[in-house]
């Protein structure tokens, strides 16, 4: 598959994802913690990796966009990334 192939085989599978976390996520709302913190965070993540060697950056984007999805609150809120793992569970089970 041609790298253009590869890209929109990636976004094609990205998008259920995508709408997944935008549905069901308690805070995509949040001016603190929500899709554009994910995509901040996003951004600085795989920045960094370009500097590494070795570093998976389907974990590094995952964690970027899945990190903060299940905050009860912008304030002290210490279960969630449990809850984000969890969710990130469910997603998994899901296909």
């Known amino acids: 598959m041609s790298e253009d192939g590869n890209v929109a085989a990636a976004r094609f599978a990205l998008d259920p994802l995508l709408e997944a976390v935008r549905a069901r996520s308690t805070g995509i709302d949040s001016h603190i913690h929500g899709e554009l913190h994910w995509r901040t ?38 279960q969630h990334g449990r809850r984000a793992a969890a969710f990130a569970g469910e997603l998994h089970a899901e296909g």
Request: negative net charge; hydrophobic residues 45%; without cysteine.
């Open 41 to 78: 965070v996003g951004a600085n993540g795989l920045w960094v990796a370009r500097s590494v060697d070795g570093v998976d950056t389907e974990v590094v984007f995952l964690f970027a966009l899945l990190h903060d999805t299940m905050r009860l609150n912008d304030g002290h809120d210490p």
